[in-house]
């Protein structure tokens, strides 16, 4: 699987939680929380991909009540950084926070989670027992990276545990930059492209993720609802926008000479364009949110 920084994802989270913040509001998220915790003394959630926490620091609050989760990465140094990136949120948000054994405990007056982080590959074929001991099944910028083989074990093992499935922030192909260039479009169909490159678990369905998973889990029995989550970067809002645009730029280009390197004078004229107007520029990147319940 490829690797992602701490930085990169330090510094698109601002992003990603204005992005969520409209979508949460489409999904009764307290009312889920209730229907799976049922009897039980706590909800329990499995993060697949965690990062640094990222998605438990947009949900938690959102769920409520008791919850234990399950954090999995493949990178063993974005699970050591979960600590220090955990401490300034939870004094921000008003929890304690105790560490220890590997496990992080966060509590407040309303909310309290147990946290176990564990270094897991998710390349590698899923784990049944482990997915069959959560109630909800999460992930965040994940699906676009996948296959459809491994959706497809995916969503078999979520059905048997009957378990429900929240997947934030998949890309759904669409990108809006302003003002416009001649070659905006011509970066954006390499970098589709090579978005659908073999990211360790198969071809990535890239902008295409989220309908296809919709559509499996539907034939599965599932209720599926959709939320739109689109990153809205502005120049004009500061440095911190600034760097992401700058991020984005670079990245794009990046990606686009590499899915086809004969266009790289064309691709670096237009890296030079648009780091040049990054103050004044705007991007809107599509996203969709799903989430999906069992009747």
């Known amino acids: 699987m490829n690797a992602f920084s701490a930085g990169w994802l ?72 979960m600590p220090a990136v955990f401490t300034p949120w939870a004094r921000a948000t008003g929890l304690s926070m105790n560490t220890g054994g590997g496990r992080l405990c966060l509590e407040g007056s309303a909310l309290k989670v147990e946290v176990e982080m564990l ?9 049944a027992a482990l997915l069959g001991r959560h109630r909800l099944i999460t992930a965040s910028a994940l699906l676009d990276l996948v296959s459809v083989r491994w959706i497809d074990a995916l969503a078999v093992c979520a059905r048997k545990a009957e378990a429900a499935l929240l997947f934030a922030l998949s890309v759904d192909g669409s990108a809006l930059w302003q003002p416009s260039l001649r070659d905006d479009d011509g970066v954006g169909r390499l970098f589709a492209a090579h978005q659908r490159r073999d990211k360790g678990f198969g071809p990535a369905l890239g902008g295409d993720a989220v309908q296809w998973t919709a ?42 000479i590499e899915q086809d390197p004969s266009a790289a004078p064309w691709i670096r004229d237009w890296t030079a364009q648009r780091l040049d107007r990054v103050e004044r520029t705007t991007l809107r990147v599509g996203h969709r949110d799903l989430l999906a319940t069992l009747p």
Request: glycine share 8%; hydrophobic share 45%.
């Open 119 to 127: 270094h897991c590959d998710l390349a590698q074929p899923l784990d």
């Open 215 to 256: 559509a499996r889990l539907s034939s599965l029995g599932y209720e599926v609802t959709q939320a739109a989550s689109d990153w809205r970067i502005d120049g004009r809002d500061g440095a911190h926008s600034m760097a992401m645009l700058r991020a984005m730029v670079e990245g794009a280009a990046a990606a686009a």
């Open 10 to 81: 330090a510094l698109r989270e601002p992003f990603d939680r204005e992005a969520r913040a409209g979508a949460c509001a489409s999904f009764d998220l307290e009312g889920l929380a209730a229907r799976l915790r049922g009897e039980a003394s706590a909800l329990t959630v499995l993060d697949l991909a965690c990062g640094t926490g990222a998605n438990l620091r947009a949900l938690a609050p959102r769920l409520g009540g008791v919850q234990r989760w399950t954090l999995v990465d493949h990178d063993p140094r974005l699970l050591a950084a």
